[in-house]
């Protein structure tokens, strides 16, 4: 089991390598997933699934029960049966991984400190390559030393895509599919990182120094900087403010480094804006696209990302009108899209259809897919997830190091929801699950033993 979970571990923002088959793409962090999920079938045979290592799961669960009767009910069925299966047999098998993943920590405790320095090796490999890449784009005559197109030839398919310009500036993407995707990856250690570096005081600093090099930390923050995404900077922000309000007790130093984060962020935002002759902002501006669709221009490809966007909003929330207890079903919004996708779609042939399966966003697309009960049931999951994490930051019985790590994780976790409710709308992305199963691994696991693996029970 620990060579799988570790090799799931380190494919995982290795999503670009895969194949497409029958058109759907399988890359080989799903086959990873699938084989550790699998091992729960071992354990259920033998009769050793402990009621605290699946608990946590339960809202999840009954997401997937409400999504079947959703199924059922979808004015789309019975055409929508087997993309509707697909999806629910997608988040199984992550919920089971996620499952194996907190037995086997459960199991050996100590071995919760070889998944994170995994975890953030790979999520550091990613962010080195992305500077590397920004600066060989920008200030070499050689950019196609960094292009990872040849991916695309071993999935036969689009997979990497080149991230394009800002004005005069080349955007960064590391080897994974653009520059928001590299930004997700990045979220895996970004609380770890402002950690290290300071953001979260000395002592929080101190207790990572041995577990987080200042390599990854530092490659990390830079990879978020220059990858030119303005939902990377905004993820950069909700991490740093998660950070705040993880702990019971803040300070003005704490709202201090949130500005200073801020500042940071700004400054970036202006030197990008001006060395790009204002592009960047008119790229933000495009935003207005989705509270007013009278300001859409069709021959304008700039403002692609927000059509998109302002689209799908429009057809999940009439799908939620059509029905708004189950949605269209699971599976459902590119043919809600077909029949509620607004005016200006068809005058963008570039548009058409643009991000319709995903809704370009996670709650959109539950909005529309699984209506006011799945779509509350699913956010009820997710922030039970960040409610554990705190109860057991705030416990006084929790050893100084396992606050750290919880606090780092849950702040990761904040980001992670944050950019899939608004900008990403898999549902069984292996980046999202494998975070949540590495916090609920660190929450659930024996209390009290550090990541060096020695036992202190700590004195009241």
């Known amino acids: 089991?620990?060579?799988l979970i570790s090799m799931f571990i380190l494919s995982v923002p290795f999503y670009s390598i895969g194949v497409f088959i029958s058109d759907k793409y399988i890359s080989i962090s799903h086959v990873f997933a699938v084989l550790v999920a699998l091992m729960i079938v071992v354990f259920l045979a033998k009769n050793k699934l402990k009621k605290s290592e699946v608990s946590w799961t339960?809202?999840?669960?009954?997401?997937?029960?409400?999504?079947?009767?959703?199924?059922?009910?979808?004015?789309?069925?019975?055409a929508l049966?087997?993309?509707?299966?697909?999806?629910?047999?997608?988040i199984s098998v992550m919920l089971c991984m996620a499952i194996m993943v907190v037995k086997y920590v459960k199991a050996y405790p100590p071995r919760l400190t070889q998944l994170i320095k995994?975890?953030?090796?790979?999520?550091?490999?990613?962010?080195?390559?992305?500077?590397?890449?920004?600066?060989?784009?920008?200030?070499?005559?050689?950019?196609?030393?960094?292009?990872?197109?040849?991916?695309?030839?071993?999935?036969?398919?689009?997979?990497?895509r080149d991230p394009g310009f800002v004005g005069p500036i080349h955007r960064v993407n590391?080897?994974?599919?653009?520059?928001?995707?590299?930004?997700?990856?990045?979220?895996?250690?970004?609380?770890?990182?402002?950690?290290?570096?300071?953001?979260?005081?000395?002592?929080?600093?101190?207790?990572?120094?041995?577990?987080?090099?200042?390599?990854?930390?530092?490659?990390?923050?830079?990879?978020?900087l220059v990858s030119l995404s303005i939902n990377a900077y905004l993820l950069f922000i909700v991490v740093a403010f998660a950070l705040i309000i993880l702990p019971k007790k803040t300070s003005v130093r704490m709202f201090?480094?949130?500005?200073?984060?801020?500042?940071?962020?700004?400054?970036?935002?202006?030197?990008?804006?001006?060395?790009?002759?204002?592009?960047?902002?008119?790229k933000f501006m495009t935003a207005n696209i989705v509270f007013d669709s009278s300001s859409v221009d069709t021959s304008e490809n700039g403002q692609l990302s927000a059509l998109a966007i302002a689209s799908n909003i429009t057809v999940a929330l009439k799908s939620l009108e059509a029905s708004p207890m189950f949605g269209g079903g699971l599976g459902s919004h590119s043919l809600s899209y077909d029949v509620y996708a607004p005016w200006y779609v068809g005058g963008i042939s570039v548009l058409d259809g643009l991000n319709a399966d995903d809704a370009a966003s996670l709650l959109y697309r539950l909005i529309s897919e699984t209506g006011v009960i799945g779509t509350s049931l699913f956010l009820f999951a997710l922030g039970n997830i960040i409610y554990r994490a705190?109860?057991?930051?705030?416990?006084?019985?929790?050893?100084?190091?396992?606050?750290?790590?919880?606090?780092a994780l849950a702040a990761s976790c904040v980001g992670m929801f944050e950019i899939y409710l608004t900008r990403t709308g898999h549902y069984y992305d292996?980046?999202?699950?494998?975070?949540?199963?590495i916090t609920m691994a660190s929450i659930l696991r024996t209390p009290n033993i550090t990541l060096g693996g020695s036992c202190e029970v700590d004195k009241k």
Do not use: H
């Open 81 to 90: 049966y087997f993309k509707g299966i697909i999806q629910i047999l997608g």
């Open 1 to 3: 089991m620990k060579l």
């Open 256 to 282: 201090f480094r949130l500005g200073s984060a801020s500042a940071i962020v700004l400054v970036s935002l202006l030197a990008i804006d001006y060395s790009t002759e204002k592009n960047f902002y008119k």
């Open 174 to 224: 590391s080897f994974t599919a653009e520059p928001t995707a590299m930004a997700r990856y990045l979220c895996l250690g970004l609380g770890f990182a402002l950690i290290r570096l300071g953001f979260a005081g000395k002592v929080a600093k101190n207790q990572l120094v041995a577990y987080v090099p200042l390599w990854v930390a530092l490659s990390i923050v830079l990879a978020m």
């Open 430 to 437: 292996p980046v999202f699950w494998v975070l949540i199963a």
């Open 58 to 78: 339960k809202y999840f669960f009954y997401f997937l029960l409400v999504t079947m009767l959703g199924i059922t009910l979808s004015p789309y069925a019975p």
């Open 118 to 160: 995994l975890m953030l090796f790979v999520v550091g490999l990613v962010a080195v390559v992305g500077v590397a890449q920004f600066f060989i784009f920008n200030f070499t005559p050689f950019p196609s030393l960094m292009m990872f197109d040849f991916l695309n030839t071993l999935a036969d398919g689009s997979v990497w």
């Open 390 to 407: 705190r109860k057991l930051i705030l416990s006084p019985n929790t050893e100084s190091r396992n606050k750290v790590i919880v606090m």
